[in-house]
């Protein structure tokens, strides 16, 4: 064997070692989402008041938590408003109602100012959390997902409804599900 020959053969078995090396490296990277029976990992994020919100202060709680696109865009707006218009029963169901998106704090106060809503709104700005939960993305990645998640009082997933198109169904799907919690 020619020394050409056997330095292609060994430059070949480098490039697939590199290969296999960074296919499991973004294998190791990529996170399950958060499914049915699934236990809620612990995070902290600010709310619009600027608050840290721990979810270990929610413990013992039914949880509401649901992951728009954008504060103030219309069909964000409809589902906050639907959360809003339902929150006394979200209420008497034990249930506390908690908005995601990845807009800033002050985005939020003012979401939360103009639409009077009157529940929790977490300021995600890094994705974090939605990286956490494995809330998906569109439209190659530009436009983040929208995921509700129902969480009981143990923390655990009991419910999981993604659908972009559906804003205002998110608000029903929850109600139903809250409302088989013994």
Do not use: W
């Not at 995921?147 to 655990?156: C, G, N």
């Amino acid at each position: 064997m020619t020394k050409i020959k056997l330095m292609q053969k060994l430059l070949l078995l480098t490039f697939i070692l590199l290969i296999g090396i960074l296919v499991t490296q973004c294998k190791a990277k990529i996170k399950k989402p958060l499914t049915i029976g699934d236990t809620l990992p612990d995070f902290s994020l600010l709310d619009q008041n600027g608050a840290v919100f721990n979810l270990s202060d929610a413990k013992g709680q039914a949880l509401v938590i649901y992951f728009y696109p954008k504060d103030d865009t219309p069909g964000c707006t409809k589902e906050a408003c639907r959360f809003r218009d339902e929150f006394k029963v979200f209420s008497d169901l034990n249930a506390r109602v908690i908005g995601v998106s990845s807009d800033d704090v002050a985005s939020h106060k003012e979401f939360e100012i103009k639409y009077n809503l009157p529940f929790t709104l977490l300021a995600d700005t890094d994705q974090k959390l939605r990286k956490l939960f494995g809330v998906p993305s569109f439209g190659a990645g530009l436009v983040p997902g929208r995921v509700t998640y129902i969480i009981d009082k143990k923390a655990v997933v009991r419910y999981v409804f993604n659908s972009m198109r559906q804003a205002e169904m998110h608000v029903d799907k929850s109600l139903e599900i809250l409302k088989t919690f013994k």
